[in-house]
């Protein structure tokens, strides 16, 4: 049974380009939740999808977006890159429980993306 | 907005001893969570706490839901050089938005 996979693991990008990173989440789970976590910090939340639709945001800017596919898959999109947006992007997968509900976050092991 | 203050920042232990680390925040929470991060890898949840007072736990590990829902503890007995990663504490607001405390870096000697 598969866990949260993410690609790609790495990738270099310059400033002012544009980026876009994979998740697909935890078998059974409908809800996949974004993360960035900077060097020698916890992880901030970005956003979450659920039923292919942004169902809550953290405090980032719109240059941040996503996507959530059919089959639950995810994608987090970074326009206008800066060299602040350097950072590991965590994607997290749960699924509903009931409400507004879901059982704990299952985290994928993140794409690090490097702006120089 | 939230702050989550996890203490100490780092810890150097002797292989055997207890670990104790707690989290305070300035807002309640209405979830509680711990997890640990290794190089290269994701957070992996350890315990969940959702009611205040509430003490669970996960074989060596025990971590406890503060009254005031301000505050948690995590505690390890008996650590091993596999414990060594960085602690987590997370506050839960709507579901899943998570709040991670600023976290507990911990080295075990053998």
């Known amino acids: 049974d598969a866990g949260v996979t993410q690609s790609p693991t790495h990738l270099i990008k310059t400033r002012g380009q544009q980026v876009t990173l994979r998740c697909s989440p935890k078998?059974?789970?409908?809800?996949v939740s974004w993360y960035q976590q900077a060097l020698g910090q916890g992880p901030q939340f970005i956003f979450q999808?659920?039923?292919?639709?942004?169902?809550q945001r953290g405090n980032f800017p719109d240059r941040f977006s996503g996507h959530q596919f059919p089959n639950y898959s995810s994608e987090l999109n970074v326009n206008a890159l800066l060299l602040g947006d350097s950072a590991l992007y965590l994607c997290?997968?749960?699924?509903?429980?009931?409400?507004?509900?879901?059982?704990?976050?299952?985290f994928g092991n993140g794409t690090r993306l490097t702006v120089t | 907005g939230q702050q989550l203050n996890q203490s100490p920042q780092s810890m150097f232990i002797q292989e055997g001893e207890d670990v104790s680390m707690n989290c305070t925040s300035s807002s309640i929470f209405n979830t509680w969570l711990w997890y640990k991060q290794e190089p290269g890898e994701g957070p992996v949840l350890l315990i969940a706490?959702?009611?205040?007072?509430e003490l669970t736990s996960n074989g060596r590990l025990t971590a406890q839901f503060g009254i005031t829902r301000k505050d948690s503890f995590l505690n390890i007995s008996a650590s091993i050089p596999s414990d060594v990663g960085i602690y987590f504490c997370a506050g839960e607001t709507g579901a899943n938005n998570l709040f991670f405390g600023t976290g507990t870096r911990l080295t075990v000697i053998p």
């Open positions: 997290a997968s749960s699924r509903v429980t009931g409400g507004s509900y879901n059982s704990p976050l299952h």
């Open positions: 999808y659920y039923e292919e639709e942004e169902r």
């Open positions: 078998s059974g789970h409908d809800t």
């Open positions: 706490l959702y009611k205040a007072g």
